[in-house]
Nanobody, 117 residues
């Protein structure tokens, strides 16, 4: 059974940090790139970060550069999104998306991040 499970979200004060995790099972994780998205109700889903299948390449949305870091451990079938200097505008549901070169993809259920004092 294929599963992609995000965790690590929560409530954090502005300027704080969180580390999101995306745990995969049921498919060959190392064959899939990982994209992190976020979405606020009523708004379009936004691409946050990308990490290649090997972890050798990463890319970020402009507003996340320098604050967010994507990583992965293919031996543990897990990807992470380290977020620092969080702002209220970062409040959203965060999703991980595993995508194969063929375009086949899996989605997690999301984890809520709330940045508020």
């Amino acid at each position: 059974q294929v599963q992609l499970v995000e965790s690590g979200g929560g409530l954090v004060q502005p300027g704080g940090s969180l580390r999101l995790s995306c745990a995969a099972s049921g498919f060959t994780f190392s064959n899939y790139a990982i994209k992190w998205y976020r979405q606020v109700p009523g708004k379009e889903r936004e691409l946050v970060a990308f990490i290649s299948s090997t972890g050798g390449y990463t890319n970020y949305a402009d507003s996340m550069k320098g604050r967010f870091t994507a990583s992965r451990d293919n031996g543990k079938n897990t990807a992470h999104l380290q977020m620092k200097n969080l702002k209220p505008d970062d409040t959203a549901m965060y999703y991980c998306n595993a995508i194969a070169p063929s375009g086949y993809e899996y989605w997690g259920q999301g984890t809520q991040v709330t940045v508020s004092s």
